[in-house]
């Protein structure tokens, strides 16, 4: 650590803005945010009367506390970054480690939990601390990566509790035991959770501050639920709720929601879960604003190049670190976690190890991909995420599906063509697909089904990395990614003479195989239930949860389409249903029951009868269709996907 230089101000001043500093802290933990807010006002006044950057800091540092609580997370940030600022060119490394530690923790308040970890990191670099080693653990716990939450949390726990604990201690060892409580749960071990919760009632830390009486609640009441204790596990949950209520603290509030409806499903009172878990959307929602979302990503533009040029400008930054390369990667992480956008459904060990997959091919440009899959299990959305990645901005996605394109077309479509190089021929040439994706990707779709013939010419442009138009000369280097993907067993397309043996070689440098939805049956409902609530939000429909024996239907059935038959079968029961469960009857569908006892009348058609119009095949259609809908023209349009004028002018 380097040496702290002294500031040009007296004792008199430190000592005076020490006793605001405590004052201001008490009042805050006893959520006394107008009189904290005045201690912080005489705080900054005094700092910047007397030129004391460290005071300037801390008066920001509690102003950034009052607006954190009060969900104003935009006003928070913005505190914080500039109680950096009045530090950042002082070699008080406490005090940056502190400024640094306040940031992580507003991106972590906003669930943003990798660019909260990034900061965290810079705040322990400078100094080691118990506070930041937790907050990085609880950042880990989010995130469901228990065992680097474990590492960071039992560690600093180990430490502290050998420690002699003072008062300005507590809080965090408390903070500790709740958070590897967490942990403990996570992991199925219910008993060591609560044996580490007792800790807390060894200080009135609880009395004292609000978050931690109403989580030190929530999280005894997940202990006692797991342990079967349903009766104790509802008073403490109850508490929770009562606590942060009474203190209007949205942050601690919808969390115990989430906590209390979790309690509920262990003892299957879906209806009574579902209510708490509509609380906990609707406090997230408050918490978590359109205004103060679109005012965070436009700071954070902000703050993290100004940022940038101060630290350069220092030399106080690690060799080779962009951050404007990371800016925009940054922001989308943070506009997802507000929003609640941007998650994938990978939910079995198959599909981890295949996103390890494309994180490893996303690195390496020049390696070609090449996907196997049968029809709808996702191998365009693999591709993408080889190209995007986390980012949308790697050049150009370029789509060429071989199984659409005809042999005259082909050269002139992958190649392109100079002018007047054939009949009919744009007068001004044209630019191929590879052309077109040039610093990009270009995708190959259905590569098995190209016509044999083809296959040489692409292989060439494959080997040589460059291409020449349609009557052209000029030589046109390539940086193209190649991915390509396929439903069919190219190996036995080679033996039949079907597929090149020397393309599937190029092409299979890299290989993904994505199984199909019956070989990762674990996926099924947890995906179900992801495009359920997906629908349901976007169709503004009441949908939350699957009803035991509809889940045992959909992990039943075979999904000879795999996910895309599952995501339209879920899209097809929102658009014609609205109800709080999915039901075993909104399967009928699937099951064929539908067609036996419910829907369509079964008519006949004698089409041998000359009279037979086509206007009355479609009346009668529509007349059973809108019996299958109690007579609503708009679902059986829908169902039927036509116009609603056209149901109403063909009914019976």
């Not at 599937?504 to 947890?526: M, S, V």
């Not at 495009?531 to 349901?536: A, D, K, Q, T």
Request: proline share 2%.
């Amino acid at each position: 650590m380097k040496k702290n230089i002294c500031d040009p101000v007296t004792s008199e001043v430190k000592d005076s803005i020490n006793l605001l500093i405590k004052k201001g802290w008490e009042n805050y933990r006893k959520y006394e945010m107008h009189t904290a807010r005045d201690y912080a006002d005489q705080i900054l006044k005094i700092a910047q009367t007397n030129h004391y950057p460290r005071g300037i800091m801390a008066a920001y540092y509690l102003y950034g506390l009052i607006n954190a609580s009060l969900n104003r997370f935009d006003l928070a940030l913005d505190d914080y970054f500039e109680g950096l600022k009045a530090i950042l060119n002082k070699t008080d490394d406490d005090s940056k480690s502190l400024a640094y530690e306040n940031i992580g923790r507003c991106y972590g308040q906003l669930e943003d939990y990798e660019k909260s970890i990034e900061y965290f990191k810079k705040s322990l670099n400078l100094k080691k601390s118990y506070s930041v080693c937790n907050n990085i653990g609880e950042c880990y716990l989010r995130m469901d990566q228990i065992d680097k939450a474990y590492d960071f949390l039992f560690d600093a726990y180990n430490k502290l509790k050998n420690d002699s604990i003072k008062n300005e201690k507590q809080f965090v060892f408390c903070d500790l035991c709740l958070n590897l409580s967490r942990v403990y749960l996570k992991r199925g071990q219910s008993k060591k959770a609560l044996k580490i919760l007792q800790k807390v009632l060894e200080f009135d830390v609880a009395d004292k501050d609000m978050k931690i009486n109403s989580s030190f609640n929530s999280a005894m009441g997940s202990a006692y639920s797991h342990l079967g204790q349903f009766d104790l596990a509802e008073k403490h949950h109850q508490k929770a709720i009562q606590c942060a209520v009474q203190y209007d603290s949205k942050e601690v509030l919808y969390e115990s929601y989430r906590n209390y409806a979790e309690h509920f499903k262990m003892q299957g009172k879906f209806e009574d879960a579902f209510h708490q878990n509509e609380k906990y959307l609707e406090t997230r929602n408050a918490l978590f604003s359109t205004e103060i979302t679109n005012k965070v990503l436009a700071l954070s533009a902000h703050f993290d190049k100004e940022l940038k040029d101060l630290e350069i400008t220092q030399q106080e930054i690690e060799s080779g670190k962009n951050e404007i390369e990371n800016k925009l990667k940054q922001l989308q992480a943070i506009y997802a976690s507000v929003s609640g956008i941007g998650k994938v459904g990978i939910f079995s060990e198959k599909m981890k190890s295949i996103m390890k997959m494309v994180d490893f091919f996303h690195l390496d440009r020049s390696v070609p991909v090449l996907i196997e899959g049968e029809t709808g299990t996702g191998k365009e959305i693999i591709a993408r995420m080889i190209h995007f990645n986390r980012s949308e901005d790697e050049g150009p996605f370029v789509i060429l599906n071989c199984s659409a394109i005809s042999a005259t077309l082909f050269e002139s479509e992958l190649f392109g063509y100079e002018e007047g190089a054939f009949t009919g021929a744009n007068q001004k040439g044209r630019m191929g697909k590879f052309e077109l994706a040039q610093d990009g990707t270009l995708f190959l779709d259905e590569i098995g089904d190209l016509p044999i013939e083809l296959q040489p010419k692409l292989l060439r442009a494959l080997q040589q990395k460059e291409i020449y138009r349609v009557g052209g000369n000029k030589r046109i280097p390539l940086n193209v990614r190649i991915v390509a993907a396929t439903n069919r067993d190219l190996r036995q397309e080679i033996k039949a003479g079907n597929f090149r043996s020397d393309l599937y070689y190029r092409l299979n440098t890299g290989h993904i195989f994505i199984p199909n939805l019956q070989e990762r049956d674990e996926e099924i409902i947890p995906l179900a239930q992801m495009f359920l609530i997906n629908f349901s939000k976007e169709k503004r429909k009441h949908f939350q949860y699957i009803e035991a024996a509809a889940a045992e239907i959909l992990q039943s059935f075979s999904w000879p389409g795999n996910v895309r038959e599952l995501r339209n079968a879920i899209e097809r029961i929102v658009l014609l249903n609205d109800d709080v469960c999915l039901k075993k009857e909104h399967l009928n569908f699937i099951t064929g029951i539908e067609q036996q006892e419910g829907g369509f009348d079964k008519v006949q058609f004698d089409f041998r009868d000359e009279k037979l119009q086509l206007s009355s095949i479609e009346k009668q259609i529509v007349s059973n269709v809108l019996k299958m809908h109690q007579g609503s023209i708009s679902n059986a349009a829908k169902y039927l996907k036509t116009s609603r004028n056209r149901i109403y002018n063909n009914q019976p």
